[in-house]
């Protein structure tokens, strides 16, 4: 049972346009919500995270928006460069938790 | 800064074989994670850590042993590897539990059981 959910295993954008990746969740108690970016042959590394308490984090050309009544957020990259070209994986905790639950992971293309 | 490094980074094995993969973290982290990733399965917890000295079950803990002897030291176990647990497996720390604890991970090991 996928708690965390990246329906779309991949996408693929241009140079300088907008890159939104999806991430939706089923357990209402998930009040924290982070997303890695992974490169090949790497462990994934930490990119932004967002508090149930807000509905948007921005962090340069990274914005992540969360929905709550709808268990959804999403990631968006303006502009996308090629150098965002990784997998990119939703992840959430919720209050009395050790634990962070991945999803499934969106791969990124970003072509010239 | 080595962070949180991984050993062995490839390893093949065949079915029935034992093996640990061992993970260290130079940060002083108190919580330690074991995690598998599989094609369109993400990342999997495996078993995690706590503090030295203890260990808890994930999401996938079977046919896995965990031990925490030494904070900067996590070892994950496969008594008698089996072809499902072929995956490319990744360690991770945290100063802290979730929310707060940023994870760092290693860059994992490809194991493959034959």
């Known amino acids: 049972d996928q708690q965390v959910k990246q329906n779309s295993p991949s996408l693929s954008v241009q140079e300088g346009r907008i890159s939104i990746l999806n991430c939706d969740y089923t357990n209402s108690m998930f009040d924290y919500f982070l997303w890695y970016k992974k490169y090949p042959a790497e462990g994934p590394t930490f990119l932004i995270s967002?508090?149930?308490?807000?509905d948007k984090n921005e962090d340069g050309r990274f914005t992540v928006f969360l929905n709550k009544s709808a268990k959804h957020l999403s990631l968006h990259i303006v502009p996308s460069q090629p150098g965002d070209s990784a997998v990119y994986f939703c992840a959430a905790s919720g209050r009395n938790t050790d634990k962070l639950i991945f999803g499934t992971g969106t791969r990124l293309q970003v072509f010239p | 800064n080595a962070g949180v490094t991984q050993t062995p980074k490839f390893r093949v094995l065949k079915t029935g074989q034992s093996m640990t993969l061992l993970c260290a973290q130079d940060m002083n982290h108190e919580y330690m994670y074991w995690y598998r990733q599989d094609p369109g399965m993400g990342l999997r917890l495996i078993h995690y850590s706590v503090g030295e000295g203890t260990t808890a079950k994930g999401e996938v803990p079977d046919g896995y042993n965990v031990s925490r002897l030494k904070k900067q030291n996590f070892l994950l176990g496969l008594e008698s590897a089996a072809p499902s647990q072929t995956s490319v497996y990744f360690c991770?720390?945290?100063?802290?539990?979730?929310?707060?604890?940023?994870?760092?991970f290693g860059e994992g090991s490809r194991l493959t059981v034959l």
């Open positions: 967002i508090s149930s308490i807000k």
């Open positions: 991770a720390s945290s100063r802290a539990a979730s929310p707060s604890g940023e994870l760092f």
